[in-house]
């Protein structure tokens, strides 16, 4: 490829990258007087644009559009992990999920984690936002650390609070010691109480994400509003009523959308606390962990692993269709 | 007039000692909850075999600090191998995603041809797909291929990932036209435009879909657990899930498994984040 630099201009990006007024590109340029025109941005030859996107267009056909189809299939056969016949057994998979105790137990489980996760995970990042907005020195340190449970992998963090809520952990003995709790709560253990902790995981992994989108939603409020408000006398928290919130409602809604899907997406954090298990029964066992179950082993079934895989799909579905409900309803 | 300069001033001024103390100590506040677990597991991993970690009063700094539980892990799985397997997924998740998605959010957003719209339209609809429903058709493909139980059949899915294709074609829609319009008077043609003006302009975004790709292909968990069976297969995650499953009983072990999955990422981010926070700037995280 012979793309180092533009073959005539000697003086190139400099004219390009930086400079919007394509006229001083003629006056700096004079011999492109000379040169034929070749006609407005779209001297492109009618396969170039197709060629770029080739590579991007194979993937989002073989593994995004393709699974999707196949799942769709698979859901009305019976197949197996390891290969073997396959045979089409109508709707049996979906009938079989309506009498699925783990299935409404999963579907359960992902309601608590989404009541609990929502007023947390759209609140407390704002506060943080705010907190780290300022520009203080060593605030770069504080933004970085913040985000470092994004980083760290949800396997690496479920052991380390794997640790912390043992009954003989940090959390039980801290709480123990300091008078709070008489025995050691069964964080690990119990059904609910395994949601809980897989919870406050999930939100204590999420805070830096969505400040880092609120973050950037405040970067846009101008401080020339805060100061107005402020000569018209509001305190600190009436400009937050009136300046801030308003800014950020846009981010806050999109962050209430993604808190909903994620919580509803929730694998590893419960996998690893578990180890693999949902607790005694698998009661405590999540939708995406009841894929994974099927999809291994003698005991598998694609089939019914695909069926799980289209109700997860729609129930997914709901939160993004509240989340353009409001935005039509706000454009109005 | 004057009242109103002081409140002026008093508000957005320097701010106050009060205020500058009780922001230090509410950040310093949350830098305790949001580190303190890591260094808690840092200090477990350093404890000797005969310091009791499960005392009443929570001991943070290990009495007789010492390497030894990292030498243990590494008797216990091969480490090395598991590292090896994680960076070849995840080299090709960078080197894939920063190439394929760059030239595709290019051809969208700064070529015009026919039926780019319902291209982009493609793309979008696919961001509504959880991962997770299409992962069980995806196994099956992977598998159909002859690619089950392999590195490469971890890594191939991941290497162009929509969200990616659609940050970069917002990053490039961002750019002015006239830039185009000067580098076609000029002669350039696409690839050129691509190369010498439009990429970069982009960077930080470019830097955040590197950084992120990195980050998702070394902690992802779910996919290579579907896909890999064979021990010697395994990436970093699914070994530490192996280890715990199989010395679940030795804290200090688990402990500083997580420590070797978690010091790289870490190292990784710290010295990538200003790249990282310019490229939020730029909004490559809004998508």
Known sequence: ?332 | MSIATARRSRAFGRMGPGERISRYALLILVLLVSIGPFLWQLSTSLKSTDEDIYTKIPQFWPSHPTLDNYARVMDAIPVWQFIGNSLFVAAFAVGGNVIFSTLAGFALSRLRFRGRRIVIGLFLATLILPGEATIIANYVTVRSVGLADTLLGVALPGMIATLNVLLMYNAFRGLPDAIDEAAVIDGANALQRFWNVSLPSVGGTVAVIAIFSFIGAWDDFLWPLIVLTSPDQFTLTIGLQYLSGTFSSDQRLIAAGSMIAFIPIAIVFAVLQRFFFKGVEEGGVKG
Not at chain 1, 161 to 178: H, I, K, P, S, Y
Not at chain 1, 187 to 216: E, N, P
Not at chain 1, 219 to 227: K, T, W
Request: proline share 5%.
């Open chain 1, 1 to 332: 490829m012979s793309v180092t630099g533009f073959p005539a201009a000697g003086q190139k990006p400099a004219a390009g990258r930086r400079d919007p007024h394509p006229e001083t590109v003629a006056v700096v340029a004079p011999h492109l007087a000379r040169r034929p025109r070749t006609g407005g941005v779209s001297t492109t030859r009618w396969f170039t644009p197709w060629l770029l996107l080739a590579p991007a267009l194979i993937w989002l056909l073989v593994f995004s559009i393709w699974p999707s189809l196949n799942t769709i299939r698979m859901s009305f056969t019976n197949a197996k992990p390891l290969g073997g016949a396959e045979r089409f057994v109508g709707l049996r998979n979906f009938i079989d999920i309506l009498g699925d105790d783990q299935v409404v137990g999963a579907l359960l489980n992902s309601v608590v984690f989404m009541v609990v996760c929502l007023p947390l995970l759209t609140i407390l990042p704002l506060f943080i936002a705010l907190l780290v907005e300022k520009k203080l020195p060593g605030i770069a340190f504080f933004r970085t650390a913040f985000y470092t449970p994004v980083i760290a992998s949800a396997v690496v963090v479920a052991l380390i609070w794997t640790f912390m809520l043992d009954d003989r952990g940090l959390v039980n003995g801290l709480a123990e010691a300091l008078g709070i709790l008489k025995e050691p709560l069964p964080f690990l253990t119990d059904r609910w109480l395994i949601i809980i902790s897989a919870v406050s995981l999930v939100v204590w992994k999420g805070l830096g994400y969505y400040m880092i989108i609120y973050l950037a939603a405040l970067g846009n409020v101008g401080r020339d509003l805060h100061e107005a408000a402020a000569m018209d006398g509001a305190g600190a928290f009436r400009r937050f009523l009136v300046v801030t919130l308003p800014a950020v409602r846009g981010a806050m809604l999109l962050i209430a959308i993604l808190v909903c899907i994620a919580a509803l997406r929730v694998f590893s954090e419960v996998y690893v606390m578990t180890g693999g298990t949902g607790g005694a029964g698998g009661e405590a066992m999540t939708m995406v962990m009841l894929i994974q179950q099927y999809s291994r082993g003698f005991t598998g079934d694609l089939g019914y692993a695909s069926a799980l895989s289209i109700l997860m799909f729609f129930v997914t579905l709901v939160p993004m269709l509240i989340l353009a409900r409001i935005n039509s309803r706000s454009d109005a």
